[in-house]
């Protein structure tokens, strides 16, 4: 079983659309959750850290579930640079080692 | 950005040849990590390092070895370097582990005949 798991999707979405995603993860006692973007043959970049009491960066809300075990982040009024692959990731109480979902493609189409 | 290189970005080799990539940083951060990343499986560790000379295995450590001398230079090799390891290769760095976030090289793109 994965550590961390992922729809892969495809998801295309017209502009304006919202959508979400989530993720679960395996172990019980992890530590710290995120959420990175990769873009086409780039290096993944953080997007936001999810917090127990839940987070918003603009457009961008996260939340985490510890009774459920899973992670959410949803798109609100999606744009088409959203265009890219959402990694989750999450750091369990391990040692110092992140665990990566193999993460949901989203296309944004005019 | 942080400051963190990868060198070659780009390398093809043969079966059975020995390969070094190199990871250079300029953060002072302790923490440094190798992963490389396929289709199907996404990011997964390899090794990574808590300090110089200190460095631990991580997912799919098989058939690569890793050396921290300084702390701005973290070494994965291939020593016979298999067609199944034709991958892209991520260097990443933290600065506190277990909370921190991690900053991304930009890649090495590893291609074994």
């Known amino acids: 079983r994965k550590e961390v798991e992922q729809d892969p999707g495809p998801f295309n979405v017209p502009e304006g659309a919202t959508v979400a995603f989530n993720c679960t993860y395996s172990?019980?006692?992890?530590?710290?959750f995120f959420w990175y973007r990769q873009d086409c043959r780039k290096e993944p970049k953080l997007l936001m850290s999810?917090?127990?009491s839940g987070n918003e960066d603009g457009r961008f809300t996260a939340q985490l579930n510890r009774a459920s075990q899973y992670i959410s982040l949803l798109i609100r009024d999606s744009k088409l640079s959203d265009s890219a692959t959402y990694l989750c990731?999450?750091?369990?109480?391990?040692?110092?080692?992140?665990?990566f979902g193999t993460g949901t493609s989203l296309t944004v189409i005019p | 950005d942080a400051g963190i290189t990868q060198s070659p970005r780009h390398k093809v080799t043969e079966t059975g040849t020995p390969v070094t990539l190199r990871c250079h940083q300029t953060?002072?951060?302790?923490?440094m990590y190798w992963y490389r990343q396929d289709p199907g499986h996404g990011l997964r560790l390899i090794h990574y390092?808590?300090?110089?000379?200190?460095?631990d295995k991580g997912e799919v450590s098989d058939g690569y070895s890793v050396s921290r001398s300084k702390t701005e230079d973290f070494l994965l090799t291939l020593e016979s370097a298999t067609s199944s390891q034709t991958s892209v290769y991520f260097c990443?760095?933290?600065?506190?582990?277990?909370?921190?976030?991690?900053?991304f090289g930009e890649g090495s793109r590893l291609t074994v005949l």
């Open positions: 990443a760095i933290s600065e506190t582990g277990r909370t921190g976030e991690l900053f």
């Open positions: 172990n019980s006692a992890s530590q710290s």
């Open positions: 999810v917090y127990s």
């Open positions: 990731v999450v750091n369990m109480n391990t040692g110092n080692q992140f665990y």
């Open positions: 953060e002072n951060h302790r923490y």
């Open positions: 390092s808590y300090g110089v000379k200190d460095t």
